[in-house]
T-cell receptor, first 114, second 114 residues
Framework: DQQVKQNSPSLSVQEGRISILNCDYT??????FLWYKKYPAEGPTFLIS?????DKNEDGRFTVFLNKSAKHLSLHIVPSQPGDSAVYFCAASARTDSWGKLQFGAGTQVVVTP | EAGVAQSPRYKIIEKRQSVAFWCNPI?????LYWYQQILGQGPKLLIQFQNNGVVDDSQLPKDRFSAERLKGVDSTLKIQPAKLEDSAVYLCASSFIRGIYEQYFGPGTRLTVT
């Protein structure tokens, strides 16, 4: 049962333009969301997170938007740079799960072209 | 600060053989996770330790997989006997304490079962 879905397996964007990655979830108990970035042959690294009490969180070029009613979140990267080429995973957790278990989406491969 | 260490990085075995993976988390991190990432999918939690105790192993195939974290520091994950469908990257992650906190991932072990 896939509770976190990233329906776009890949995204190609030109350098300097905006990258928009989407993520949908089905479990209404999820109230904390994270984005991880993964380069080949490396483990995922934390990028940005958002709590359900907010609808936007910004960190430099990265902004995450949360639409609770639609059970949808998105990650915006502006401007996109070649070093942003990686796989991006959306993950979700429920604060009622005191152990912090994360459910991951399947990932979106981003390719930033010059 | 040293990151999460994993070994080996790559392993090729035949089905029905056994294999073991090792993980050394970031110093001081009480929580340790083992994930399985099958090609094209997101990481799936297999087992979570809090110090040397198991807090979640609901998705661990216990008939063939086992894990331990003696002394609450490093951990081993074993598969015996391996099946073809066990081919995946096995990721170890750690976090400072339990709950929804950033998890730090190791580079993973890529297992191929032939």
């Amino acid at each position: 049962d896939q509770q976190v879905k990233q329906n776009s397996p890949s995204l190609s964007v030109q350098e300097g333009r905006i990258s928009i990655l989407n993520c949908d979830y089905t479990n209404s108990m999820f109230d904390y969301f994270l984005w991880y970035k993964k380069y080949p042959a490396e483990g995922p690294t934390f990028l940005i997170s958002i709590s359900s009490i907010k609808d936007k969180n910004e960190d430099g070029r990265f902004t995450v938007f949360l639409n609770k009613s639609a059970k949808h979140l998105s990650l915006h990267i502006v401007p996109s740079q070649p070093g942003d080429s990686a796989v991006y995973f959306c993950a979700a957790s429920a604060r009622t799960d005191s152990w912090g278990k994360l459910q991951f989406g399947a990932g979106t491969q981003v390719v930033v072209t010059p | 600060e040293a990151g999460v260490a994993q070994s080996p990085r790559y392993k090729i075995i035949e089905k029905r053989q056994s294999v073991a993976f090792w993980c050394n988390p970031i110093s001081g991190h009480a929580t340790l996770y083992w994930y399985q990432q099958i090609l094209g999918q997101g990481p799936k939690l297999l087992i979570q330790f809090q110090n040397n105790g198991v807090v979640d192993d609901s998705q661990l195939p216990k008939d063939r997989f086992s894990a331990e974290r003696l002394k609450g520091v490093d951990s081993t994950l074993k598969i015996q006997p391996a099946k073809l469908e066990d081919s995946a990257v096995y990721l170890c992650a750690s976090s400072f304490i339990r709950g929804i906190y950033e998890q730090y991932f190791g580079p993973g072990t890529r297992l191929t079962v032939t």
